[in-house]
């Protein structure tokens, strides 16, 4: 694709690509503008290429994921240094900061895991909608099926998810139960 297609290709997307850097960076209009300028860098300046194996705007949305988690990692790491030059108590709050990230790390990769259970389709359209904050006729599109099919993927997805959740206990978020999960990832 050549510079000229690429710009286009970044115009066409850019209110989409502006509302997914916002959800990637936890709504924060700020984050997320520094994140999508970051990542229309990488991609102007070729370190990002597409490569034609995923849509545009897929691939597009994994750069600005990608750039996402890279600015929240380097945020996190400048966090860690600051705490070796702060008293004791501070330390404490930023290590009680550190525990609550591995805690929700873990508990993402439980979700995750939970939507690898599903079919295809179904954890492709809860994806798209819950990590990608696309609507449901922005995911019919990206799945390049109609928005009746998206919407019945989404729907049977959701009910199997909670199933799953449910019968597998994994995912247990009662007030007791992240107390004793709090402890196992101590």
Not at 15 to 38: H, M
Not at 163 to 186: D, I, P, Y
Request: a positive charge.
């Amino acid at each position: 694709m050549d510079d000229s297609e690429l710009r286009t290709q970044l115009e066409r997307h850019h209110a989409e690509s502006y509302g997914w850097a916002l959800g990637c960076c936890r709504r924060n209009p700020d984050d997320a503008e520094s994140v999508l300028q970051s990542a229309y860098l990488k991609v102007l300046e070729g370190k990002a290429r597409f490569d034609g194996r995923a849509a545009f705007k897929t691939w597009l949305f994994a750069v600005i994921r990608k750039t996402a988690l890279d600015k929240r990692r380097k945020q996190f790491f400048r966090g860690i240094r600051f705490v070796s030059d702060t008293g004791a108590s501070e330390r404490v709050h930023l290590g009680n900061m550190a525990d609550e990230m591995v805690y929700l790390a873990e508990m993402q990769s439980l979700f995750r895991e939970a939507l690898s259970h599903l079919p295809k389709r179904q954890r492709e359209v809860l994806q798209l909608v819950f990590y990608h904050d696309l609507s449901l006729t922005e995911a019919a599109t990206v799945m390049n099926v109609s928005v009746g099919s998206a919407r019945t993927h989404y729907d049977r997805g959701k009910k199997a998810l909670k199933t799953w959740l449910t019968e597998s206990k994994v995912f247990n978020e009662s007030g007791l139960a992240r107390e004793e999960n709090q402890e196992a990832v101590r």
